[in-house]
C-alpha cells in the first residue's frame, strides 16, 4: 500500500530553547529564511506524501497560520511585479494536505502519535520528529525509509550511531547488517543505562509505521519520565517480527537544542544560494580577526 500519511507530533514545549519558546514554538525558529517545520514538511512532499496531520498544543496556532493561505500578502507580491517571492509564498500552502489538532495532554510521543489514530485509519505511515530537520542532498530521508518498508514489508526506522558517551540521551537497537546501511532490529530501548546499551545505533527523527501501533500504544504504561514513549511500543513490533532500521544519508540537526538550532542556520546559510558565497566569506574573515571582546 501507498505510503500517503505523515504525522508530524509537534507539542512539545521546546524547554531546551527557553526562554525563545516561552511564546514562540521551536517549530516556527527560522533557519536561514524558512521555519523548521517548513523544511520538514517539504521532505514529506518530496518523498510522497500528500497529507500530513500537526499534532500541536495551546499556543502554537501560528503553525496553522503559516501553511495557511495569506491572499493580502501574494496580491502585494503580485501587485510589485515580486514574481520570485510570490511563488515562494504561494507555494507554502499548496504542499500538501494539512491537518492540525491538538494534543491536550503532554503525556509523551507515544500518546502524541495515537492521537493520529483516526487520521491515519488502516494505511501504513510516516512518524516526523519536529526536532529534526535533517538535509539529504538526493533522496530525502523520509523516501529512504518508504523505500525499506517497501522492499521488505516492514516498519522502518531512521537510525544513526551515536557517540557512546551520549547514547543514555537516546536509545539504543539490536541491529543486525542485512546489506549496506540496511539493518534488521529485533530489539530497542529508550534512554538505556550502560549495561542496557545493545548498540549504539540509535532512532533518529523518522519512523515508518503499520496501523497496528495504535493498538499496542493504547496498552502501553508510561514508561521513561512518565510519559508513553512511542519506542516502548515499536519494541513489541521489532521483537514480534523485525523492523528495518535504515542507516539513513543526510545530515540531521537537532533543533530542538541551541548548538543544533545554530548549526543548522550556519551550515544551511553556507549552502543558501542567495547568501552563501557573502557568508562564507563573513565567517572566514570573522575567525581570522576573532578578538577577545568578540
Known amino acids: 500500500m501507498k505510503i500517503r500519511k505523515a504525522v508530524i507530533p509537534a507539542g512539545g514545549f521546546g524547554t531546551r530553547l527557553l526562554p525563545a519558546t516561552k511564546a514562540l514554538p521551536k517549530e516556527i525558529f527560522p533557519i536561514v529564511d524558512k521555519p523548521a517545520i517548513q523544511y520538514i514538511v517539504e521532505e514529506?512532499?518530496?518523498?510522497?506524501?500528500?497529507?500530513?496531520?500537526?499534532?500541536?498544543?495551546?499556543?502554537?496556532?501560528?503553525?496553522?497560520?503559516?501553511?495557511?493561505?495569506?491572499?493580502?500578502?501574494?496580491?502585494?507580491?503580485?501587485?510589485?511585479?515580486?514574481?520570485?517571492?510570490?511563488?515562494?509564498?504561494?507555494?507554502?500552502?499548496?504542499?500538501?494536505?494539512?491537518?492540525?489538532?491538538?494534543?491536550?495532554?503532554?503525556?509523551?510521543?507515544?500518546?502524541?502519535?495515537?492521537?493520529?489514530?483516526?487520521?491515519?485509519?488502516?494505511?501504513?505511515?510516516?512518524?516526523?520528529?519536529p526536532d529534526d530537520v535533517i538535509y539529504s542532498k538526493n533522496i530525502p530521508v523520509c523516501k529512504q525509509l518508504i523505500n525499506a518498508y517497501n522492499e521488505f514489508g516492514?516498519?522502518?526506522?531512521?537510525?544513526?550511531?551515536?557517540?557512546?558517551?551520549?547514547?543514555?540521551?537516546?536509545?539504543?537497537?539490536?541491529?543486525?547488517?542485512?546489506?549496506?546501511?540496511?539493518?534488521?532490529?529485533?530489539?530497542?530501548?529508550e534512554k538505556p543505562k550502560p549495561d542496557q546499551v545493545m548498540s549504539l545505533y540509535s532512532i533518529l527523527g523518522r519512523c515508518v509505521l503499520t496501523p497496528e501501533i495504535f493498538d499496542i500504544l493504547e496498552d502501553t504504561p508510561p514508561g521513561v519520565g512518565g510519559e508513553i514513549q512511542l519506542t516502548d511500543a515499536m519494541k513489541i513490533i521489532a521483537r514480534k517480527q523485525g523492523m528495518i532500521a535504515v542507516d539513513f544519508i543526510g545530515k540531521r540537526y537537532d533543533i530542538g537544542s541551541k548548538l543544533g538550532a545554530l548549526i543548522a542556520s550556519v551550515e544551511t546559510g553556507l549552502r543558501h544560494p542567495d547568501v552563501s558565497e557573502e557568508f562564507k566569506n563573513y565567517l572566514g574573515e570573522i575567525l581570522l580577526n576573532q578578538k577577545g571582546d568578540l
Open 44 to 129: 514529506a512532499a518530496n518523498s510522497g506524501i500528500t497529507d500530513i496531520l500537526i499534532i500541536s498544543n495551546r499556543g502554537k496556532e501560528i503553525l496553522e497560520d503559516h501553511f495557511d493561505k495569506n491572499p493580502e500578502l501574494e496580491n502585494l507580491l503580485n501587485k510589485n511585479s515580486n514574481e520570485i517571492m510570490y511563488e515562494t509564498v504561494k507555494k507554502i500552502s499548496d504542499l500538501v494536505n494539512l491537518y492540525f489538532i491538538r494534543q491536550k495532554e503532554a503525556k509523551g510521543l507515544g500518546h502524541a502519535v495515537l492521537c493520529a489514530k483516526s487520521f491515519v485509519g488502516d494505511e501504513p505511515f510516516a512518524v516526523m520528529y
Open 154 to 189: 516492514l516498519c522502518a526506522v531512521g537510525a544513526k550511531e551515536m557517540p557512546e558517551d551520549q547514547i543514555g540521551r537516546y536509545g539504543s537497537l539490536k541491529v543486525k547488517n542485512i546489506r549496506d546501511n540496511l539493518f534488521m532490529c529485533t530489539d530497542m530501548i
